[in-house]
């Protein structure tokens, strides 16, 4: 196969390229309409009234109250804000914190880092398909459990997880619970209350948006530590000057996708189950990973027998394709990915590990020729391998 000159990308999971419509929307807040949100003169009071009207918006599509939403810098600091918030806020009441063993290293890593401090973790184990199930959360709940944090749809995997069920057993119990749903938002459809959780974590990057800019909600009423102290901004909770660009973009990102997540979501599942067919039909000894049916709409994960996943992303962009294999986030390192491990597969194969990841800008043709390029990638790297069918 030749080289492909244009080049593809197929890992809209790691980020997305900003949406034209979205900038347009940011620019004038550049150079126009550029004041600190925390000024008292003109330019201060209309930066001001541009962001709450921002957060009126988001809380509008996600059916909640405007004073329940927090603006950040990036999902990783929801992240760390609320799992480091609930824990020094909620101490005297008890030191147990649930995750899910396919958790982001945005939630794994502050909860090992508040180990080294005396909380105890459970890691949740998942089925194959890389599911929590309700029985498995409730025999690890303790009196001592303060939080209960699990991934709505997994960056690595495509599974989406029985969020509501989860959030009713924790609301039963009294337990604080939070999901990370930077994959999911804007991809599928859904509401705060439908999924009972205190705390939700979503990301402008993922969908369309500008990188620099992400959402906290915090469910009205409920009071955690801060983690970052200065001035005061975002209702005295998260202190940093406001990223204002950033955040009217990622708003208007997630209008666009409202608006647009029934017709999208349509096209990349036709797009995302042409090529799962084809993988498993035509190559040899690969098998999905993730649940075949509750998953994102636009995501595609693999593995292959007798194939290095890094060898095989390398192979592929040196085709022009761009796909990874696996987190982004972590994607540098050689170690067999701890979501495959979770999910029974011993490091060999996880090594072998792909993700696809389509997007608002992925043509079927495009489909066609990475199947190409794929299966011919792996037909070379296996023939070096001294792989045998």
């Not at 001001?48 to 599509?61: G, T």
Request: hydrophobic share 35%.
């Amino acid at each position: 196969m030749k080289k492909n000159k244009k080049r593809i990308y197929l890992d809209y999971a790691a980020t997305t390229p900003v949406d034209k419509r979205v900038l347009k929307e940011m620019l004038p807040f550049f150079y126009e309409k550029f004041g600190n949100t925390a000024s008292s003169h003109s330019f201060g009071r209309e930066a001001k009234k541009v962001l709450e009207k921002c957060r009126e918006k988001m809380a509008q599509i996600l059916g909640v109250e405007k004073e329940e939403i927090f603006f950040t810098s990036s999902a990783t600091e929801s992240n760390n804000t609320i799992l480091k918030g609930v824990a020094f806020s909620q101490k005297k009441r008890g030191n147990h914190i649930i995750i899910s063993s396919i958790e982001h290293s945005s939630v794994r890593n502050p909860a090992l880092w508040l180990k080294k401090r005396g909380f105890k973790i459970t890691q949740l184990p998942v089925d194959k398909y890389g599911m929590v199930k309700s029985s498995v959360l409730l025999r690890n709940i303790t009196k001592k459990t303060i939080l209960v944090s699990v991934i709505h749809a997994s960056n690595e995997i495509g599974t989406l997880q029985p969020i509501s069920k989860l959030g009713e057993i924790c609301k039963k119990k009294k337990i604080l619970f939070h999901t990370d749903a930077s994959q999911s938002f804007g991809k599928i459809p859904f509401k705060i209350k439908d999924l009972n959780v205190d705390f939700l974590t979503a990301s402008s990057h993922k969908m369309y948006g500008p990188k620099g800019a992400a959402l906290l909600y915090k469910r009205k009423g409920i009071e955690i530590e801060s983690l970052l102290h200065g001035g005061g901004h975002e209702m005295g909770f998260r202190s940093s000057t406001v990223n204002l660009p950033a955040i009217v973009g990622f708003v208007k990102a997630a209008q666009i996708c409202q608006k647009e997540m029934k017709k999208e979501s349509k096209r990349l599942i036709k797009l995302r189950d042409k090529l799962i067919k084809k993988v498993l039909k035509e190559i040899p000894k690969s098998y999905l990973t993730g649940h075949p049916k509750e998953r994102l709409p636009n995501h595609a994960s693999f593995y292959f027998e007798g194939v290095e996943g890094e060898a095989l992303a390398t192979d592929l962009d040196l085709k022009g394709f761009a796909v990874s294999t696996g987190s982004a986030c972590a994607s540098g390192k050689l170690e067999p990915s701890k979501v495959l491990l979770a999910l029974g597969l011993g490091p060999e194969k996880a090594h072998g590990s792909l993700r696809i990841s389509l997007g608002r800008w992925t043509k079927e043709k495009e489909i066609d020729e990475f199947f190409e390029a794929l299966k011919e990638s792996i037909e070379r790297l296996r023939k070096i391998s001294g792989f045998s069918l």
